[in-house]
C-alpha cells in the first residue's frame, strides 16, 4: 500500500466515524430535549392544577360570601320593619 491509499482510507474513516459521532450527539440531544420537555410539561401541568385549586377555593368563598350577604339582607329587612314599627308606638304615645 502507498501512502495515498492510506491517506484515502484514513480519510473514510474519519469521515464514518465523524458522520457516526454526529449522529449520537444529535440522538442524545434529542433525548435531553425531550426529558427537558417533559419536565416543562410536568411543572406546567402542576402549576395549572394549583390555579384550578384557586379558583375552586375561591369559588367556593364567593358563595359562602353571598350566602352571608342574603342572610344579613334579612335581618336588615327585619330590623327595618322593627323600627317602622316601633316608631308608629312612639309617635301614639307623642299623641
Known sequence: MDAGTITALI???AAISGIFLGWL????T????????????ARLRTDMEYIKRGI???????K??????????ERV???EESAKQAHKRLDR???
Open 30 to 41: 434529542i433525548r435531553q430535549d425531550t426529558a427537558i420537555e417533559a419536565g416543562n410539561d
Open 56 to 62: 375552586d377555593d375561591v369559588r367556593i368563598e364567593q
Open 77 to 79: 329587612t327585619r330590623v
Open 64 to 73: 359562602t360570601q353571598g350566602q352571608r350577604f342574603d342572610s344579613l339582607a
Open 93 to 95: 304615645i307623642e299623641e
Open 25 to 28: 450527539g444529535r440522538s442524545r
Open 11 to 13: 480519510s473514510v474513516a
